[in-house]
């Protein structure tokens, strides 16, 4: 029997295509050069990340968390609880320029961070 889907390479031929299986081709062009892919990052766009470590304690970390992030108790105590079971977590995200001091800051005072797009 002829179908118009017969000039159609399958792409496991020994495979059946019986029952209500479709396999469907398509192509995606991954060509991307890097000067696009850094315009794509807005100035607002960078994210200050806060790494786990194994001597930090959580007062310390809350306390810098507070005095060089700017968050009340409550947000630096679930962002100190998500970096320990989590093993890191989003502090602040902004301008690079807002957030290069602050990540400087945070790392003077031993703590593992850094700044990504």
């Known amino acids: 029997m002829y179908s118009d889907n017969d000039h159609l390479q399958q792409p496991y031929p020994n495979l059946s295509m019986e029952g209500s299986v479709r396999v469907q081709w398509c192509s995606v062009e991954t060509d991307v050069e890097e000067e696009t892919l850094l315009d794509t990052v807005a100035a607002d766009e960078w994210k200050l990340v806060l790494y786990n470590d194994e001597h930090n ?3 310390h970390v809350i306390e810098l968390l507070v005095g060089v992030c700017g968050h009340d108790s409550t947000q630096a105590e679930q962002c100190a609880m998500l970096v320990h079971f989590k093993g890191k977590c989003t502090v602040m995200s902004g301008a690079y320029d807002d957030l290069e001091p602050k ?4 790392l003077q ?3 593992t961070a850094e700044i990504e797009a």
């Open 103 to 106: 990540c400087s800051k945070l």
């Open 109 to 111: 005072a031993d703590l």
């Open 57 to 59: 304690t959580f007062d």
